[in-house]
């Protein structure tokens, strides 16, 4: 073995065991959390995209349920509400309306469609930060100083697993009142 064999050889078995070779510089840190921003941001605008079709959706559902007499006043209380108060307002006609299997699906929707609801919220109302180590965006939520302040890490891939279910929900909304119309 040569004299700069040995020297190298030598030089990665030290490196090795400090883990130098292993280390990302702090331009590679940066580089990969711009990257990672910017990848959360589209998710987080994907999902806010995803979100206003489901709620025009369920807007339209909450307003045609019913008798077609009360469409006006239907469509003058809904228009501009929250999305928790068109989940009531279908509630109530599903409550009316819904009998057997129908209700039960229907009731089955309407529970994940306001468990969407609670994660979105927390989603617009959080701050957000970055994990490096696994690479996570970060949702973190109360007060700094706060007791109760808590963060939850998603990775790219689940903040993307959330637009999907916001357009299965969609999906499931439409196939609802096809098969089972509330009138």
């Not at 957000?128 to 700094?144: K, Q, S």
């Not at 939850?152 to 999907?164: A, K």
Request: one cysteine or more.
């Amino acid at each position: 073995m040569s004299l700069e064999a040995s020297i190298g050889d030598k030089v990665a078995r030290i490196e090795a065991s400090r883990g130098i070779g292993n280390v990302q510089t702090a331009m590679e840190v940066f580089a990969q959390r711009d990257r990672m921003e910017r990848e959360a941001a589209q998710a987080l605008g994907e999902i806010m995209f995803a979100f206003g079709r489901l709620e025009t959706n369920l807007g339209v559902a909450a307003v045609w349920a019913g008798d077609p007499k009360g469409f006006e006043e239907r469509a003058a209380r809904l228009d501009g509400s929250s999305f928790h108060l068109k989940l009531e307002a279908l509630s109530e006609r599903v409550g009316a309306e819904a009998f057997g299997e129908a209700r039960t699906v229907y009731t089955e929707w309407l529970d994940q469609a306001d468990k969407i609801r609670r994660l979105r919220n927390t989603l617009v109302h959080a701050r957000w930060g970055f994990e490096h180590a696994p690479f996570a965006a970060v949702c973190v939520t109360g007060l700094p100083v706060s007791q109760r302040q808590s963060a939850t890490s998603y990775s790219i891939e689940d903040l993307r697993g959330v637009v999907g279910s916001i357009e299965r929900l969609n999906s499931a909304l439409t196939e609802l009142r096809e098969r089972w119309p509330l009138r």
